[in-house]
């Protein structure tokens, strides 16, 4: 009789088929010995009072034989996958063309015992070898203790558990000692075992993370850490991984870096940043590549990474920079890809003729360049800035501009970012558009001004609470690719009330749609934002040092975080548009209306503004 069978006269028995374990199961094997099929399982006894020896063993018999005798009848919820699996799939292919599958035959099995320990004649027994021997650590030190096995060949604590453990543990044999892990004979066949120096092998990060955890409790333990030698450090450097919370690893990594800074004179957090100007021939990938190997190149590429490996003295005193060979350099340079090799004769010829005009790149097309007169450049930029109402030509000197802007410092706009100590203002321009020359696009670059850098931790504070808010609320989004997403979520809640509703977008290009804004109108957004949140108990915004995170607050910042407070958040914002300056046509231009232009603020504050008005 196959085993098919089997199960549909069980189906016919019973009236439905089997699923699960449990009553059942036996059930089953009941039916089954009426029909004459045998099924021998030799259960070994073990008897304790302890109940973790008692689960340790249903575990172990559960492992060795079959489901079938779990008494507790737990099952795991699992998600229900979408697609039968390799085996299942195959298996609905043999039921539906009828083909036999092979059947496993009936094996009798001899069971032995469990595995069971206890220290002397008349201790209780344990089949927890582990526990056991982690139990007689510190008694076995130095000292003999004997052990008595009842001879099982069924490990509760897998083999391999215990030779990974416990392998390097002393046992007595004879006039000898051997290690644990070769004894495994010995210990199957039961008696009595002496045992020395048990000793329970760990990895090294391991222990180096419990260290670790001594230093956080221990100021002086982490005071001693700046002696240790470098390679040490390295080690303990890499154990902060181990941590579970950012917070832990943060504070482990700084803790760290501080010793090796303060006993080897490096700086292992910091980076090397070289600045190459932009070519086309030019690979980054393989520039940075070797940066990485602290060599320079030849040319204009050897002065511009020199410059960013001038000051190293933070990689120690051994650091050596090696000059690369020709060939390595010059892997890192593209030929020139053009149909039409010009000379250059004719290309200085073209220059000199154009001299006295201005060369202008078309808006958004940096391959094309305009050439236009002067005069006709001198008008936009007097229509676009000079002559423009939301601008004010301020009579101040820009080094009387640049010592007022000193009270981002004295307001505690330090902690946001630091000081541009050679600041200027920005020189503006503009740009032809590419589809009708005649019109031109307003730049206004801000990277050169004193607080650019406090002002970019504003922008990730803005944003922060900008995309905090509710979606339901407002109409931003991230990136326009997720409009899509945005008009399917709207049409089916209208949906479900009115089936004929549809929602459809469509772009318009409204003129001056920022630049007649009222600063007055931007604060009442921003104050409105903030107020907002302080009703939901937020006293602020943490943004990451190093890198791009952040997130409301409303205890102290955690480790490797800078607090923003929103109170500072809003006075550093009205700071900010009191004193947007900027230089156009040998003026000095004070922004009074509209959103400040070229700051990385500009853009959360418009779209913070369009929430609030939704």
């Not at 009236?15 to 094997?29: A, E, F, H, P, V």
């Not at 298996?91 to 035959?105: A, C, G, Q, S, T």
């Not at 030929?335 to 201005?358: P, S």
């Not at 905090?468 to 990136?479: A, I, Q, R, T, V």
Request: charged share 35%; aromatic share 8%; with cysteine.
């Amino acid at each position: 009789m196959t085993e098919r069978e089997l199960w549909a006269r069980w189906k016919e028995h019973v009236g439905c088929t089997i699923q699960g374990r449990g009553k059942r199961s036996r059930n089953l094997y009941n039916w089954l010995g009426k029909l004459g099929v045998h099924k021998y399982v030799a259960i070994p006894v073990f008897c304790s009072n302890v109940k973790d020896e008692l689960e340790a063993v249903e575990r172990t018999l559960i492992r060795e034989w079959a489901p079938s005798l779990n008494s507790e009848v737990k099952k795991r919820s699992t998600k229900k996958r979408c697609r039968a699996g390799k085996k299942e799939r195959a298996k609905k292919w043999k039921r539906e063309h009828d083909v036999e599958e092979y059947v496993e035959p009936n094996v009798e099995r001899v069971a032995t015992k469990v595995s069971s320990w206890k220290r002397g004649k008349e201790g209780e027994a344990s089949v927890r070898l582990c526990d056991m021997l982690r139990s007689l650590i510190e008694p076995s030190h130095g000292k003999e203790v004997k052990v008595y096995g009842n001879g099982g060949g069924v490990w509760s604590d897998k083999w391999r558990v215990v030779l990974r453990l416990f392998g390097e543990s002393r046992v007595k044999v004879g006039g000898r000692t051997r290690p644990l892990r070769k004894c495994k004979k010995l210990l199957e066949s039961g008696g009595e075992i002496v045992l020395r120096d048990a000793v329970e092998a760990s990895p090294r990060s391991l222990k180096l993370k419990k260290e670790i955890v001594r230093m956080f409790k221990n100021r002086k333990r982490a005071a001693k850490l700046a002696q240790r030698p470098m390679k040490m450090l390295v080690h303990f450097y890499s154990a902060a991984k181990l941590f579970s919370q950012k917070k832990s690893r943060s504070r482990t990594r700084k803790m760290i870096s501080d010793a090796i800074k303060k006993g080897h004179n490096v700086n292992i957090r910091r980076t090397v940043v070289v600045k190459v100007r932009f070519d086309e021939r030019v690979k980054r990938a393989k520039v940075v590549r070797l940066v990485r190997r602290i060599e320079a190149l030849h040319e204009r590429l050897e002065v511009e990474i020199s410059q960013g490996l001038s000051n190293l003295d933070w990689l120690g005193d051994g650091m050596v920079i090696e000059r690369p060979l020709p060939e390595e350099l010059m892997k890192c340079v593209d030929e020139l890809k053009v149909d039409q090799v010009t000379d250059v004769e004719e290309v200085l010829a073209l220059k000199r003729e154009l001299r006295n005009l201005v060369l202008a790149l078309l808006d958004r097309n940096p391959g094309d360049t305009l050439v236009m007169c002067p005069s006709v450049y001198f008008r936009a930029m007097r229509e676009t800035f000079i002559e423009n109402d939301g601008y004010v030509v301020s009579m101040t000197e820009e080094a009387v501009i640049l010592s007022e802007m000193e009270e981002f410092r004295g307001k505690k706009y330090g902690g946001m970012g630091k000081w541009k100590a050679e600041a200027e203002l920005g020189s503006a321009y503009v740009l032809p558009k590419h589809k009708d020359t005649t019109k031109f696009r307003p730049i206004c670059p801000t990277y050169c001004e004193p607080g650019v850098m406090v002002c970019k931790t504003a922008t990730k504070c803005l944003n922060a609470m900008l995309f905090g808010l509710p979606e339901s609320g407002h109409f931003n989004l991230k990136s326009v690719s997720g409009m899509g997403g945005k008009l399917e979520r709207m049409n089916r809640k209208l949906g479900r009330t009115c089936s004929d509703v549809r929602v459809m977008a469509v772009s318009y290009d409204i003129k001056d749609m920022f630049s007649k804004l009222l600063h007055s109108t931007i604060m009442k957004s921003v104050e409105w934002c903030i107020w907002w949140y302080k009703e939901k108990g937020f006293e602020g915004v943490v943004v990451k040092r190093r890198g791009r995170e952040t997130k409301l607050c409303r205890e102290d910042e955690p480790e490797g975080y800078r607090r923003v407070e929103s109170r500072i958040l809003l006075d550093f914002i009205t700071s900010d548009l009191r004193n947007c300056y900027t230089k156009a046509g040998g003026y000095i231009l004070l922004q009074k209306i509209g959103i400040p232009m070229g700051k990385s603020s500009s853009p959360p504050s418009a779209c913070l503004m369009c929430a609030k008005a939704e």
